[in-house]
Every structure is written in structure tokens, then in C-alpha cells.
């Protein structure tokens, strides 16, 4: 499973796990990985405290959107704001 996940940028601060490009392989979507990934990180994050999940899809990423709403996810009133500092296609892949 290790080859199917791939995240990007992970960091821990003493409030939350923040995790960007967290995806996983075309080829096995479907099978439960990202269940299992998300149960296990609402898991994690539970018994450390945290008390909320948030995240950020980009708005053409309806599989995704879906996904999540399938697991209980809403959509927040928010302004999610960034600057990018490096584009997409010049971050490394890990």
C-alpha cells in the first residue's frame, strides 16, 4: 500500500497535522485506501485533541468533493486564501 500513497509537504505543528497533495493511485481508487487513510487520520487526530478536520479541494476536484461528503465532510463558509511560492509542476514528487 506505501506505493499507493503519496504525500507531499507533511508537517506536524502542536495543533493540527496539516497534509498537502495527499492522494492516492488512479489505479487503486475504489479498493478503500482513502477510507483507510482518513479513518485512520480522524483516529490519530481524536485522540491527540484535535478537534476538527479541515480541508482544502480545489473546486474542479468534484471526485474528491464527493469522497469526502460520502464520509461525512461539509462544505464550510470560508475563504481559503494562498500565494503560491512554487508552481505545481516544479514541486518535487516524493
Not at 505543528?13 to 485512520?40: E, F, K, Q
Not at 479541515?54 to 461539509?74: D, H, P
Request: proline letters at 5%; hydrophobic letters at 30%; one cysteine or more.
Amino acid at each position: 500500500m506505501a506505493e499507493t500513497i503519496r504525500p507531499h509537504n507533511y508537517w506536524t505543528t502542536p495543533r493540527g497535522s496539516p497534509h498537502n497533495y495527499l492522494a492516492v493511485d488512479l489505479s487503486c481508487r475504489g479498493d478503500g485506501v482513502g477510507r483507510l487513510i482518513t479513518d485512520r487520520a480522524e483516529q490519530h487526530l481524536k485522540v491527540s485533541g484535535c478537534p476538527k478536520i479541515n480541508l482544502q479541494i480545489r473546486v474542479e476536484n468534484t471526485g474528491a468533493i464527493q469522497f469526502y461528503e460520502r464520509l461525512g465532510f461539509s462544505i464550510d463558509d470560508v475563504v481559503s486564501m494562498g500565494k503560491r511560492l512554487i508552481d505545481d509542476d516544479s514541486t518535487p514528487e516524493r
